[in-house]
């Protein structure tokens, strides 16, 4: 390691020492720091260089530990957190990005838990499909009981999440995604309304083309039990559709995954199905499989004439495929199962970090034509780089296992290859800090702006191209970059000159088609997938949202994330405005453990009258100005078993409320419970008092607009499994688990 102590790191920005301090640099039993940037860089290069040994390669080990540790500390490429992390150390888990598969059965899914707690402890993040497990209310033949479907489990994966510290450096991240044709699909959709559950889990909806065609087309689709196969009902495809957009629009989730394009370009379709993705949604992969990423500085890809260096980013190119490929050999899996599959496919995902700031560099706004067609060029360069370095690496080291079946095999006029796929955009949060450039392939969310990371802590943040043509030009004033700082965008400001607002043009200056373009020529030419948010201004609307979702699928796109301003509680980067200033919001912690709202002095309701077995029960719905919050009950006979039952009932539902718990689950829990004749009391044939106050809660969100509209229409749920019925030949039939009031 001291052979190659002559090269000299980069001037690291105050924010990128804080970061490495905090969560990258080796500590002692006590918490001291035992490592200057310097030496973690030099930790990882030698680490990663000694895969040449152990594969009997004969390269210059000193040489190549030098060139590693060269590409780091010039901040041309900085590898994916785990490897900076964890290289040269005792834990020695190096990929970020696991997916891990959850079948139909408790063996399964709990096997899966323990698989998701070591990989967390080791440092890493995961994804599931959880389209498998049998829905709600399903029979469990073994028990003769029914199943609680996919929700119910993806809370036990939340809780186990939220109890690991990831090496005490990371905390536990997961992907759920769930196919569009899965029985439960709504419930899904609408699961995390509530932003204090399922806090550790990024959700996806998979949509299929057959999903996609129907929703053009203002049509049907098929819902199918995973547990049979079967079809048992269809829906209309707009209609869910826009309960997507509306939760997007609401807290940006669910995102938006389209499966079979995924599959599409699967590289290995003889050795499985790709079902999910990693948390960020840019690594599609196989059960069991993993992957290591690594992202490449554009903005240090500027000649000094401001032009691409063509040159300098094919060497830098060809020098991160192999650093990728030795991670592979170097890293130590948390599973078997991991590194069987990892290294039957040899997986790696070279991206991209800088390219705001290598526009800017360039002299080209982010919004412009010229943008768009040099994204192209760009990625594509890239991955035909990567490719040829890794069919060198194949001829060195031969093709990854299983390549004899792959797309690639029998590919005429090409050697085979050493990985099967080689390019991911992904998302390079605190690697950009580290690197001091722009994330990802995203343009600058601001000008200047505040940055909150672990535990709320704040680092400031000035563009520091922007502060230097500032002074270069003249206009520099300390009052204006206040007033930046403040703002965040300068589209309005007549202090800085039209030229430069054109260049330094932010991610709510461009219109959310721009950020859709520029996705898609970057997917155009990437093995994986892009990670990229579209941001929205707060004003945006769903239509808004609409017509993104639709020009990304047009446009080739793979999945898509938006987030409109302000619509979660807590931020990850936001403008340092005045207003924000003044407020005092929760530590993160807090915002997991808080969870049952208070009551306002003052609420509005109404009151509905159901007819029961028991007599008149009066029900009192109270909303805030976020929607259900509080349930009453009077019983019409005073006194007796039913009123205190009917008390304790309407207690349990306002707790379960004014917790987050949506009042369509409360509706499925209740509705349908009989205790007298089969066919009801009154107009509305109420079964029992539970079931009157299931109808009543949806009455009155019928009455606000919300969903449960079929349910009332076709008049009533199932009681079996809580589906909407339907009138059939002078009869209600239930099409999701076939149930027959005249059976």
């Not at 995604?177 to 699961?191: A, E, K, N, Q």
């Not at 995102?255 to 599409?264: A, T, Y």
């Not at 793979?558 to 924000?580: E, F, P």
């Not at 209740?670 to 539970?690: D, L, Q, T, V």
Request: hydrophobic share 35%.
């Amino acid at each position: 390691m001291g052979k190659i102590k002559e090269t000299t790191l980069c001037a690291l920005s105050e924010n990128a020492v804080t970061v490495l301090e905090r969560r990258y640099l080796k500590r002692d039993a006590k918490g001291n720091i035992l490592e200057k940037p310097e030496d973690m860089f030099r930790r990882v290069a030698q680490t990663i260089a000694s895969a040449e040994t152990r594969l009997g390669t004969g390269v210059n080990l000193e040489a190549l530990e030098k060139d590693f540790y060269r590409m780091m500390t010039s901040l041309e490429f900085v590898p994916n957190s785990p490897t900076l992390m964890n290289a040269g150390r005792d834990l020695g888990q190096l990929s970020a990005c696991f997916v891990l598969p959850v079948g139909d059965s408790l063996e399964s899914i709990f096997e899966a838990i323990k698989q998701t707690a070591l990989i967390h402890k080791s440092g890493g993040g995961t994804g599931f499909s959880f389209s498998k497990i049998r829905p709600a209310n399903d029979v469990v033949l073994s028990t003769k009981g029914v199943s609680s479907g996919p929700l119910s489990f993806m809370k036990v994966f939340d809780a186990a999440t939220e109890t690991i510290k990831q090496g005490g450096t990371r905390r536990g991240a997961n992907m759920a995604i769930l196919r569009v044709d899965h029985p439960d699909i709504m419930d899904f959709i609408m699961s995390k309304r509530d932003q204090n559950v399922l806090t550790n889990f990024n959700i996806s909806v998979g949509l299929t083309e057959a999903f996609m065609e129907a929703m053009e087309e203002d049509g049907d689709y098929d819902i199918i039990n995973p547990r049979s196969g079967e079809t048992v009902k269809t829906m209309p495809a707009r209609k869910v559709f826009d309960h997507i957009v509306d939760m997007a629009w609401n807290n940006g989730e669910p995102g938006i995954i389209f499966l079979d394009r995924l599959n599409r370009d699967n590289p290995t379709p003889h050795v499985g199905e790709i079902e999910a993705t990693n948390p960020c949604g840019e690594q599609p992969l196989l059960p069991y499989e993993s992957c290591n990423l690594g992202s490449i500085n554009l903005a240090k890809m500027v000649a000094e004439t401001g032009e691409v260096d063509w040159e300098k980013l094919r060497s830098t190119v060809r020098l991160s495929a192999r650093f990728l490929d030795n991670v592979i050999e170097v890293n130590n899996y948390p599973l078997p199962a991991i590194s069987e599959r990892t290294l039957d496919n040899r997986k790696i995902g070279l991206g991209v970090m800088g390219w705001a700031d290598m526009l800017i560099l360039l002299g080209l706004p982010y919004n412009s034509e010229r943008a768009i067609s040099l994204a192209e060029e760009v990625m594509k360069f890239i991955t035909q780089e990567a490719r040829e370095a890794s069919r060198d690496l194949a001829v060195e080291r031969g093709a990854f296992p299983a390549f004899t079946g792959s797309i690639y095999d029998g590919d005429n006029g090409h050697h085979p290859i050493r990985n099967a796929t080689c390019t991911t955009i992904a998302p390079t949060g605190t690697i950009s800090i580290i690197a001091n450039t722009s994330s990802g392939i995203e343009p600058l969310l601001a000008v200047s702006f505040v940055r909150q990371v672990m535990d709320n802590d704040k680092l400031v943040e000035v563009h520091g191209i922007f502060e230097r043509v500032a002074r270069e030009r003249g206009f520099y004033t300390p009052e204006l970059m206040k007033k930046i700082a403040e703002k965040g965008t300068i589209a309005d400001m007549v202090e800085v000159p039209e030229s430069v607002r054109a260049l330094f043009v932010t991610a709510h200056d461009i219109t959310p088609e721009d950020h859709i373009r520029m996705q898609a020529a970057f997917q155009k030419h990437t093995d994986n997938a892009v990670s990229k948010t579209v941001n929205f201004c707060n004003s945006a609307t769903r239509d808004d949202v609409t017509t993104v979702y639709r020009l990304a699928y047009k446009t080739g796109c793979k999945g898509v994330t938006i987030y409109r301003d302000g619509s979660r509680d807590n931020q990850v980067l936001s403008v340092d405005k005045k207003a924000k200033a003044e407020e005092k919001p929760l530590p993160a912690e807090a915002h997991k453990t808080r969870r049952k709202k208070d009551r306002p002095r003052a609420l509005a309701g109404a009151t509905y009258q159901m007819e029961t077995g028991c007599g008149h029960l009066y029900i009192t719905i109270n909303e805030d100005e976020k929607g259900l919050f509080e349930l009453f009950t009077m019983m019409g006979k005073a006194g007796g078993c039913a009123s205190s039952q009917c008390e304790a009932l309407g207690r349990l539902i306002s707790l379960s409320w004014r917790s987050g718990v949506q009042a369509r689950q409360t509706v499925k829990q209740m509705i349908g419970i009989s205790c007298h004749k089969p066919n009801g009391f009154g107009e509305k044939r109420i079964s029992s008092c539970a079931d009157a106050v299931a109808r009543a809660i949806q009455t009155h969100l019928l009455a606000g607009g919300e969903e449960c509209e079929e349910h009332v229409r076709d008049g009533g749920a199932c009681p079996d499994c809580g589906g909407p019925v339907e009138h059939e030949g002078g009869c209600c039939v239930c099409r999701a688990c076939g149930y027959s009031e005249c059976a």
